[in-house]
């Protein structure tokens, strides 16, 4: 992330380096946005490498979910559970997720058929 940003900064304006979890996704859906935006195929590559870190809190996991479409497989949208077969556009595979918070550590329950 430090390089694409370096990068960014040199090419275009001055973004900021995140400080903490929640900056980061910030930052990352940010930098998607204006990549896109620009076309740029330098740092489009710089990008496609990023890790997004997990989130540890149930704030963190709301705009983490902006930044990864998927975990092990299983669609987490905000509008919805089912994760579209790409094989098949008429066969859904109903997967269930939940999500909680205890003791400050952040829980994941999937169920259902990766895609």
């Given at each position: 992330?430090?390089?694409?940003i370096?990068?960014?900064?040199?090419?275009?304006?001055?973004?900021?380096?995140?400080?903490?979890?929640t900056?980061?996704?910030?930052?990352?859906?940010?930098?998607?946005?204006?990549?896109?935006?620009?076309?740029?195929?330098?740092?489009?590559?710089?990008?496609?490498?990023?890790?997004?870190?997990?989130?540890?809190?149930?704030k963190?996991?709301?705009?983490?979910?902006?930044?990864?479409?998927?975990?092990?497989?299983?669609?987490?949208?905000?509008?919805?559970?089912?994760s579209?077969?790409?094989?098949?556009?008429?066969?859904?595979?109903?997967?269930?997720?939940?999500?909680?918070?205890?003791?400050?550590?952040?829980?994941?329950?999937?169920?259902?058929?990766?895609n």
């Open positions: 992330m430090n390089e694409l370096k990068l960014y900064n040199n090419k275009y304006s001055k973004i900021e380096y995140p400080k903490t979890k900056d980061f996704y910030y930052v990352y859906l940010f930098l998607q946005n204006k990549i896109n935006e620009y076309d740029d195929d330098e740092l489009r590559k710089l990008f496609e490498k990023i890790e997004v870190p997990k989130p540890t809190t149930l963190e996991l709301d705009i983490y979910r902006e930044c990864v479409d998927y975990i092990n497989g299983i669609r987490i949208s905000k509008t919805g559970n089912k579209k077969n790409t094989f098949n556009d008429f066969y859904y595979s109903y997967g269930y997720h939940q999500v909680y918070e205890k003791y400050g550590v952040l829980y994941y329950y999937l169920e259902g058929e990766e």
